[in-house]
């Protein structure tokens, strides 16, 4: 059988309802008679696990609403109500479920710890430690001249960097130890071939040079005069930037083997000052030249390659073993080890197989080629698997996806479904996207109806949709990003129904998000990315300093910021004033210290003792009133979701806590936020422009889709570690034939004759297609977003990237010619014909209408937001309450104030027991559950029976023997038999009651009835001689509660209350006075 | 005695409208402990922790290399002893005696699982039984003739929707003549309301004012989640708190412990004991405790100067001692254990001292009972072990110390029942609110493999599947549902940074509204969700009309606040008493870069804690090669040597480290001690071979200087005394006093173009303070960059010279002007928050180095990278 003969594979282009379709597959197993448990399905997202759970859940509800047969009815809710416990879910979490309970098949501690993202390199380094110094003795003065010990260039990976993205590239093409010993020989050939044949080493006569040349430099510019005797310019701005540059570069040259190479290749400028030039050019030209042949250059990347596929090696084999032993595992272990168990343990497949039968993984194109083979090892185990994705949408190579492999793959499965209806777009931008990526796919080997997106029957009346194309003609990046943030502000303002919310505005870098939500807030637009730090959010601020406080009384700072940030202390607005002409600063202080806001926090730090960090901080927020404020400030919405975001990073510090094994505390926590830099929370809400990267644009959509960046650059590297593979797919072993390639490069800022090689190598060329492609499908995720208009921008009218996907002149626009018609006076003129339309869009050789518009930034709008109306509660006219405490145990309530009597009511033997030894409680224990048996109904034999177990139980026969259980019973049984002869005995009654709104539940130890009440009995094991003070000291309150309670439950009175002493042989009565 | 019984009804309340005598709800743990006291079978409790290790014995009888847990067991004995004994529980709970099917034929083989649990029933050790074994023994002890008191059952689900074993102990408690009845089934679903708020803080905004709009005599508040939020807001309507806390193992009373045994191995961890000294109820006097985070503060290690110095001072303290003093010293410095592994007494011993500490706080503040309980079961469990190593150790404290739950206020005395899952309401009453819903259901059972299942269905054992208990669970919620008239549901999208993930219990209760008509019958089941839901923003009308579930209020309208950055200069009026009397480099530097800073730090005296300034990097690093370097010159003095060897250096390394840059020993530090181990190595002996070279002899490390620096400012001739310590001085050949300062730094290029520049003021002053006389000579001068190895000097004794542009006379001159210019500023009142002041210059104004400079006066960047005003000159201000 083909290994794939079970599977499906789904692709479903953007918009045509994926979500819909795997809620249909998998509800309508479910409805035919699959059990709920029987499904395993991966999502990208814990979101969209969760909505898929959602709509397969609603969808059974429905079912069975409809259903006429009850049974049929009643299995779809069941169904239903299985969901949350089926293994659906994200890949990590389905596996770290599985890992949950197959660990000791697996050969796992049961109590793993999933170490988060945050925490992964902090455990690589402590795993890793020992290796990494054992090594860096070697590879350190490599590193050095490689500029990769961490000195040198800030962009330069430092050499455990590489180690570390070694070892978690192996990790995740399953490459062993051994491999990368394999790995490091053919990447050391492959590079070799770059350089020239090996020569002389000649760095000491550089070096020599060098030296003479800078005194010469010196010189020069000590007297502006140079070697040849004619005065040079050395007061130019070249010159006095560069001089101090070179000197400092030279510096580093101290001694020729701890030279970096990058001061060989680049201690001068590229275009260096005219002096400059004229002392070192030709040694620089001569250094560029032997640099290729040099041996020792050889021999620095040849054993830098070795050495770091070494140390990585060994670095893979103690990260494992670390792992296993402090029961940490992070998701690439997640997989790994589940796929090991599906290859290996007999019990796992015989198990997996009988549980589940459907396999169903969502965004396919996007699981890294660990997963791929996971899935299809799974796949083989199950009846029938699933896999639903859009090889057009693969997006993530830079996490370790590889979309060559995964299409080989998917071009094995037999049986394919193509979903080509989009359900989101309308006739314009679908069209677009048709026109714009036929042409681009058809070059990755796409049949063009894989690609064409058509609008279902339903859709055909919706209105045409728009396209929009903006020339931003600016030089200048941040320019141009303020120009498209004009070009917002100017769509809002003409299209009307189009609220803020409704547009996104797409990027390729973070940095461009940043700056386009600040060129968009300079608008009075406000972006949905917050350009403020967590921590530097005022009410994030005063939070903390609350906290700071709070943990320690004499943090001066944190006081004094309390009082800065906060409007209702009574020295806000005038701290300054106060404290800097103070002649006694203390004094001030200690005044401000008496505000109440203050001592609340003072008082919290006495509690804060069994507080959780996290409550600490909601008991912070609370005293200091920050919800009210907030609401009183700007954007309340985002500050309190920063209110919560701050609790996510006492999350993320506890994780961190957890993984490193480490105890987590309030100044722990307040350290771990000062070092940390967290994102505050984003913006939200129909006001609100959604700004944010392509890649994170995944699966959503907006009405109006802003497309920046089409003008950048494609950026590939020769140089750095990358995933290779080599020949054919083998289904049977899809990962053979992965291989990293490592190509050091001491080069941080390129311009060496390496770089000039490197970029004409194949690899390079290699990489350069490859990146051409991930652009394809990242900039069809992102025009694929919009649902009504779609927005292009460019610098020009022809956009460079869109371009350069590989179809050549593929796209490009222009606005309607009329003669005489001046641009920016009268604005776009618009087509008669086609309201809206300026200008035309052309596409392949096609045109669309579009409105074409040249932008120019804005000026900043000074007009402030605007103030909503906002409500609170007005002031609680009760005064501030204070009530008891919910629970009432009434063995807990005072006995003093009850007026009570305590005496003798009857004597029933002799004492039974000496003292209370240490174990004295448990003989109470067990005397106690015998007494609280109806024993009365046993005979003799039988009681000793009983007596003896009991004794046995609580293991006090060295204490006390049976008899005394025994004899104690059957004298009191006697004293009742006397006392309340036809009383009915309830034995350990159970009392539950709500005495002003608290809640009381006890056992009575026997409650007697007669015709006209009650008789209350407790027994007490007190041994000691003062029973009378005893129960005066300990019980009357506890007596008075249940004598209420029974009052309260059945409206008769306790006419008498005895508290027995079945040790003492006494019953005592307390009588109220 | 009449019993409501019902799967997860243990912690249902037993009366909410009316008192009862003899009727209770409970659950299988309520039950089993009611029926055992009945039949006098009752015992005491045994810790969870003690079972783990009882039965950690009997699996290591029955272990062997080939065994199937071995693997497991070998990584994690104590975790893989846990999680077989929850199986083996939880197999027992449901009547399984131990055995397994006999070996034949037909019947396949059980699982590995299932043959461990079994042979560890019949290994040799005491197993301390459980709630599962009673339950087992309850099936036979109802044979006792004893009667039971008990004239009525009443179940909340159906009889056969109850685990197997729990169906045949009905059985046998029908024949104790108990009479067995089913709950009538609710009829109706409430009316539903659904409110999505973002975040907790507004969710808790609309519940609070809720329960504040009406009486609540017939309500009940369904907690299912932490109420920590909810009450505060409750509070301010001056209504009781529902103290629900979370389960968390952060509590700082549970992190006592394991911060303690972290702390007690060598080699130290000072930022731990920071954190264990500053832990909020720590049982280190607070006073001592100050002495020793001081300590810390100066020199980030124990046993050194700082920490010997702090010791000697809790001993001369008379209301510590020197008796503690000891302890402190013994317990966190001298007694630490060397190694991965100790001997279980020794451990004991180690903490005999905390042990006693806790026991006194406990006996008069209930809050530390239970850790001190814990810690002494932890030391029952240790002290027998003739090896315990730090992993075992972290795991038999974790499994002892386990999540509390306290919240900060516990429940107040309320007019709602207060329920924490809606099952448990057993009551009717008008309206529910249901607080936390996203946790509105409950922890499912164990899976059990399909094989396992069948192989004790052979043995009469019957295992709910966690399906069947989830549906179970789901049925319940919904018929509880049924006992009110309306039920408010309030979630929240966010929830602990995270977006929380819906509850499906919801579609369910959504889908058993009953349908009004036909036509709704064709709604979808999310437009059905839809229509009863709703958001904070949808209740309050505009004119502040408020109305939610029934009820209303009316609220008043917030009034904007528009926060104002500080000003940039404070006038405060003439101050003479803000006057420097004594300035060291620092302060100069301060002062002049920012006297807003200098004042807070220096007159006003605001700092931070000392636990949040202990050194690490840089700092650490600076201070930790000084001293390296002066105790070398030490050596080198008295013997006359004007170079160490690299083996002295390395072993001077090694004696310092543990008391000034302790971290470095840490594990996970061994490549970066390494590294840094190297760098000084090569860079100390740098040092000293270049001053020899060049013709220097270094005579003093930290000579102190002290010389009054003559000013005039407010019209006023004055001194100011300028105290401090040169790093090296020395000797050059031609007799000039040589001074250079030591640096650890990353940024080398900043310390070369300050010699480059001339505005090397540092080297400067301690020219001008070791001479006589107003101005610096320009005797050699150098930064020696201890990181980089490198001198940077204008001066030709220490290898490449760099050029200079100003003459320290000239520098110090320009100083002296820029501190006369500041302090007359100062005294005048008027103080500067530089930076700011910088940044909200008008367009026009010239910028303040401009100024200076055309002045001639030594411009000095303000230092806000250091500093800890940020927030309050209003630099890292948030004024939007
Ligand atoms: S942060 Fe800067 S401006 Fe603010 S007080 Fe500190 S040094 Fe001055």
Redesign the pocket.
Known sequence: MNLLDNVTMVSASAGTGKTFHLTQVIAEKIEDGLPAGAVMATTFTKKAAGELKERIGARLLEQSGAARDASRAESLQRAAQQLPASLIGTVNSVCGKLLQEYAIDAGLSPALEVIGEEQLQGIFHLATDAILAEHGTDILPIARRMGTDGNGARDAQPWEETVRGIVDAARTNLLSADDLVGCAERSWHGLRELLDEPGQDERQAWHRELIERRAQLDTLARTGIGQDGKTANVTSKGFLEQYPKVIQKIDQAVSVDDTPWEIWRGFIASGPAAPIKAIFWDLRERIHQGLLSNPAFHSDLEQYIRRIFACAAECLTIYAKFKRLHGLMDFVDQETLVLELARTSKAFRESFASRISLLVVDEFQDTSPLQLELFLQLSRLVKEAVWVGDPKQSIYEFRGTDPDLMQAVVERVPTRRQLSHSWRSHQAVVDLSNAVFEPVFARHGMAPETVHLELPEDHKSWSAGNLEAWTRPQTNDGERLRATAAGVADLLSRRDGIHPGDVAVLTRSNADVEALSAALDALGIRASRNPRQLADAREIQLARAGMAYVSDGYDTVALTEVVALHPGHHAHGKWQQQLLSAVDPAAVLEGWNMDPLLSSLDSLRTQAKTATPTEIFEAVAGVLGLPPLIKSWSAPATRLRNLDAFRGALEDYYERCLALRSPATLRGFLTFFGSEQQQSAENAGPDVVNVLTYHKAKGLEWPVVVMEALDKDLRFAAFGAAVEQDGTLDLELPLAGRWIRFWPSPFPYAGSPLDARGKESQVALDAEERERRNMARLMYVGMTRAVETNVLTGKGNVPGLLNNLGAESLLSWSAAEEPGASYSQAGPIEDPELPGTTGTLNVAGGDFSARVATLEPAEQSVATRGWVARFTDAQSQLPPALYPPSRLTASSEGSDGDKATVLLAAELGPRLAEHGADEWGAVGSAVHAYLGTAYGALDTVQQRDLAERIIGRWKIGHLVAPELLVTSGARFEEYLNTAFPAWIRHREAAIGWRPENRVMEGWIDLLLEGPDGYVLVDHKTYPGSDPEGHVREKYLGQMAAYRSAVLAATGKAVLRTLIHFPALGRVYEISQA | MKIEFGWHLDRAPWAYNQPGLNHVRVGRKGLTTLLQTRLGITRPDTGHAERVNQYLGRLQSIDSPGAWFHDSFQVDSWSTAQELLAARDDAVSNGWDGTLPENDADVPTPSPLLRTLSAAERAPGYLAPSLADDTLELLEALDSPLPLGIEQLILHQAETSFPRIWQRIIAKLRRHGVRVSIAPPATVQPQLTVLTAETEWEAAEQAARWLASGDNASTAVVCSDRTSVLDQYLATHGLPRLGVGARSPWRAQNQLIPLFFELIWAPGDVRLLAEFLSLPGVPVRRRAARHLLHALQQAPGTGGEAWEKAIKEIAQDNTLGSELAAVLDRTFNTGLISGDTTNGAKLAETAVWLGGRLRARAAVDPAFQSASAQLQRILELVAPLQEVSRRELRRIVSTVVTPAADPLVAAEASPWLRLNQLHELCDDVDNVLWWGFRNGSIAHGRRWDAHDVETLARMGVDLPSPEDLAALSTQQTISAAGRCRHLVIVQVEQLLGERTEGNPLLETLVAAQPLPNAERAAESLSARLAKVSTTPAELTGPDGRWQFAGRRAQLVPVNRHLPVPPAPVHEVGPSPSLRPERLSFSQLSTLL??S??WVLAKKSKLSVADAASIPTDNQMLGTFAHKVVEVLHQHLDGETRAVPEEAEIRLTIDELMPHFASELLLPGQSRRRSAITATLVASISTFFSQLSRGGIVLQTMEQEFEKDLRLSAAGEDFSVAVKGSADAMGIDTEGRTVVVDLKWTNNAKYRREEIQQGTALQLALYQWALHPGDAPPDDPTAFYLLKQGAFASSHPHFGTQLPRAVEPAQLWMQAVAAAEFTIEEVLAGRIT????ADDTRAEDAPDRAQMDADAGRHHVK???RF?D??VL?G?KGDFS
């Open positions: 870069g920012c807003l800073a928050a530089k930076q700011p303000p230092p806000c500093c005003f940020g000159c630099i």
